[in-house]
T-cell receptor
């Protein structure tokens, strides 16, 4: 079946440093979504990418969808303590979650 | 605007007991799903439904039953609770399965089986 892998599993950064998480699928994805889950909270939708090579920005967050539609990345510029949480990618019709990347930010 | 409502928020069960986790949405979404999240892990799909009267299994369906008699409600039943079912359970809904739209999650149910 479809597998979606995310790396790294954990990332500690100093506030102000950049952060990137990568998502790789074993199969071509029709789309990919990204969610953020704060500690003790529930996943909250961030964005959806559909087109090959698509790049979308939300303030300090940049999302990319690979040309082959099998990988994606989320890059955060100049992290803040409010960015703390776990970031998940989800492939294809909400059926397959990546394992998530837990971001910890040291003030 | 309630969104997705899950009840209860916390539950402790004894091994062998049965219970139903409730999930209701008021957004007229066709697609609903149940996930479990174990410590430090991602979400794994248990069951999903693409509309009233239609359900299907996800990645980890064993030990769980679902039904979808209305668009609004999608209860998850634990038939005979086991310690391995200790987890946080999330219900989610979205406009359509094939529309690939934003999913809304409930607050979660933290279940402990002793």
């Amino acid at each position: 079946g479809q597998q979606v892998m995310q790396i790294p599993q954990y990332q500690h950064v100093q506030e102000g440093e950049d952060f990137t998480t990568y998502c790789n699928s074993s199969t071509t994805l029709s789309n990919i979504q990204w969610y953020k889950q704060r500690p003790g909270g529930h996943p909250v939708f961030l964005i959806q990418l559909v087109k090959s090579g698509e790049v979308k920005k939300q303030k300090r967050l940049t999302f990319q969808f690979g040309e082959a539609k099998k990988n994606s990345s989320l890059h955060i510029t100049a992290t803040q303590t409010t960015d703390v949480g776990t970031y998940f990618c989800v492939g294809g019709n909400m059926l397959t979650f990546g394992g998530g990347t837990r971001l910890m930010v040291k003030p | 605007n309630a969104g997705v409502t899950q009840t209860p928020k916390f539950q402790v069960l004894k091994t062998g007991q049965s219970m139903t986790l409730q999930c209701a949405q008021d957004m007229n979404h066709e697609y609903m799903s149940w996930y479990r999240q174990d410590p430090g892990m991602g979400l794994r799909l248990i069951h999903y439904s693409v509309g009233a009267g239609i359900t299907d299994q996800g990645e980890v369906p064993n030990g769980y039953n679902v039904s979808r008699s209305t668009t609004e409600d999608f209860p998850l039943r634990l038939l005979s609770a086991a310690p391995s079912q200790t987890s946080v359970y999330f219900c989610a809904s979205s406009y359509g399965f094939f529309m690939n739209t934003e999913a809304f999650f409930g607050q979660g149910t933290r279940l402990t089986v002793v």
